[in-house]
């Protein structure tokens, strides 16, 4: 079993059980204070970013404060991610955050000369 089967494998199990599936699964906390959303990020896991952002629309979260924007996190999630050269995952956060509509500052999403 991979990563995506046992996450989606918990939702299920929280759907069946009747849990708060926004509180209880997708913005729960590691020790590190990372949600498996922003732990994704961090291991370089773009199907896993994917999933759990795709469940936010159905149990109405706040993708752009509660996931993109939470406080602590995108500095660890994106200093990771650019520090192992992790330019897929760059570029999702970049539509992540475009999708959320955060554009002001996203100074990740802007390609730096040579980097191309």
Known sequence: MD???ILET???WGREVQVNLKVDLLL???RDGLTAW???ATMDNKLILETPWGWGSEVHVNLKDDL???KGTMEKVHGTAA???FKVILEKLCGCGREVQI???MTC???KVGME
């Open 109 to 111: 999403c802007q390609p």
């Open 3 to 5: 990563n995506k089967e």
């Open 103 to 105: 554009t002001s500052k």
């Open 10 to 12: 918990l939702w299920g």
């Open 68 to 70: 993109f924007l939470a």
């Open 28 to 30: 729960t906390k590691g």
């Open 83 to 85: 520090l192992n050269c």
């Open 38 to 40: 922003h732990r994704a």
